[in-house]
T-cell receptor
Framework: QQQVKQSPQSLIVQKGGISIINCAYE??????FPWYQQFPGKGPALLIA?????SEKKEGRFTISFNKSAKQFSLHIMDSQPGDSATYFC?????????????FGRGTQLTVWP | EPEVTQTPSHQVTQMGQEVILRCVPI?????FYWYRQILGQKVEFLVS????????KSEIFDDQFSVERPDGSNFTLKIRSTKLEDSAMYFC?????????????????FGPGTRLTVT
């Protein structure tokens, strides 16, 4: 059973464009939603995260939009750059998990063309 | 900037052999985790660890797996008798404590991973 569904699987964007990656979840016990960026051969690196009591969080060119009623959240990358080309994972943390087990989406491979 | 480190970066082993994957979490972190990523698939939780005890484990973390914090800095994952399907990238992660946060846990920071290949 997929706890966190992520789409699209791959995304190609031109330099300067907006990249949008979407995630959806079913479990209302999730209380924290991080996004991770992963370059080939590296571990996932925390990019930005949001809690369900806010609808939007922005850090530089990266914005998370959160729709609690729809149980959806998305990552927007403004002015996408070739250096943003990586795999992006959304994740969710279960409130009932003592140490905050993360459930990951399947990942989106983003390619930004120069 | 502090980071999680893992050794080795790549381990090749024969089916049935034991392997130990090593991690050095960020020094002031209290919570430790192992995740794995089979090639091309999502990252999956294996186990979490605090105060020298397993806090939570997934259905993947069966009796072949064990974790240990043998000293004040290392955190290890042992696979007793490796199977072909254990081939994956194994990530260690650590997290600090923040009294002001719900649940007290800060973000999880991941190491670069150990690629385990079982032949």
């Amino acid at each position: 059973q997929q706890q966190v569904k992520q789409s699209p699987q791959s995304l190609i964007v031109q330099k300067g464009g907006i990249s949008i990656i979407n995630c959806a979840y079913e479990n209302t016990a999730f209380d924290y939603f991080p996004w991770y960026q992963q370059f080939p051969g590296k571990g996932p690196a925390l990019l930005i995260a949001i809690r369900p009591d806010v609808s939007e969080k922005k850090e530089g060119r990266f914005t998370i939009s959160f729709n609690k009623s729809a149980k959806q959240f998305s990552l927007h990358i403004m002015d996408s750059q070739p250096g943003d080309s990586a795999t992006y994972f959304c994740a969710a943390r279960h409130r009932g998990s003592t140490l905050g087990r993360l459930y990951f989406g399947r990942g989106t491979q983003l390619t930004v063309w120069p | 900037e502090p980071e999680v480190t893992q050794t080795p970066s790549h381990q090749v082993t024969q089916m049935g052999q034991e392997v130990i994957l090593r991690c050095v979490p960020i020094s002031n972190h209290l919570y430790f985790y192992w995740y794995r990523q089979i090639l091309g698939q999502k990252v999956e939780f294996l186990v979490s660890f605090y105060n020298n005890e397993i806090s939570e484990k997934s259905e993947i973390f069966d009796d072949q797996f064990s974790v240990e914090r043998p000293d004040g800095s290392n955190f290890t994952l042992k696979i007793r008798s490796t199977k072909l399907e254990d081939s994956a990238m194994y990530f260690c992660a650590s997290s600090g404590f923040d009294r002001g946060l719900a649940g007290g846990m800060r973000e999880q920071y991941f190491g670069p991973g150990t690629r385990l290949t079982v032949t």
